[in-house]
């Protein structure tokens, strides 16, 4: 059977388990734990390749360059497009929640900010800007901070490029360890249908389906705008831009779609990612090195959107109109709480601070969506994981590097 089968198949049996788990009242117990378990495990070798993947891969990638002019030219698309999708997406999100308004006469009964969510503070944005530079790259590393070891891995890729034959020591062994990694991500990936069956019985076994009911049109929000941007923002760049055929480009990264549903994890999904675009679409190794580490850490469109969406609906909640100035304020701090967002679970419900605080909304809103919050994760880390697929592989055919796949 082709792994994409299992993996689907996986999807399907996890999600019947957990919901006859729920059905039968099993959410705590002996085999939640051991389901629970199973899944950290899964989880664990998947963040066990992540920081060598992200740091090899991009020096690797920049030093390969070997011209700044190159490295300029790729970094400048990537951002565009970044930039322009990410905006679309806001965008959607605010039209969907302006038209819907789902939260309008919602009485939800607040539920309280959680602990872990009060003692963060919101972060600013000079906080954010100064958070890229790291003061010490090995303790960056350590923490697995992917911003600050993408910037340090594109200076030191950049630097080594940039010595010539004395570099050349040094870039084979980084190109050898990077060789390596992908030969470990190789091994975990055959995991992947199991991984993924276990994390969705964990995940519908555990949630309570009542929950959902009074969120319904917030979710249904939330979920239709993220689908419009799926099926027709996307499609449309893939046609006119990348002219790559969607329903093609869709069968190829299934594989880290599902992943990224069941994980919630955008960075744990890295390495399921590059290998769809490598094998599947036939992305070169250089341009998915590049776009893709930096993509699961910046270019988060479905949470953009959802940040966006969410905001408002608190807004609506509490009874408050936010003027079309507040809602452009919304527009931009949804970008950049989902810039600063990482990727993992739940960072967008961190990062959501900074919107409320932006447009003066009690942080106590986010009390109200915290129940369906687990499920809208999973769709909005799919959203951004497809973002950042399809942004590789325009980067690919601008750069004439995107060949049929093997
Ligand atoms: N879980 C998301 C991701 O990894 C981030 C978020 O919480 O929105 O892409």
Redesign the pocket.
Known sequence: MKLTTKVFLALLIGAVAGATLNSLGQHEGRLMEALDTGGKLFLRLLKMVIVPLIFTSIVHAVAGLGDLRKLTRIGARTFVYYFTTTGIAVFLGLAAVNLARPGVGADLGLKGVPERLQEQGPPSVSDLLLRVIPENPVDALARTDVLQIIFFALVLGVALGMLGAKGQRTREVIEELNDAILLIIGWVLKLVPYGVALLMTRALGRAGLDVFLPLLKYLGTVIGALAVHALLVYPFALIFLAKVKPLQFFRGVSEALVTAFST????ATLPVTMRCLQENVGVSERVSFFVLPIGATVN?D??AL?EAVAAMFIAQAYGIDLTLTQQLLVFLTATLAAIG?????????FTMVIVLNAVGLPTEGIGLILAVDRIL?MC??TV??LGDTVGATLVARLEGELNAPD
């Open positions: 919630s994890s955008s960075s988060m479905g949470t959802y967002a990482a990727g993992i679970p739940e960072a967008g419900l994760d909005r880390t951004n994981v």
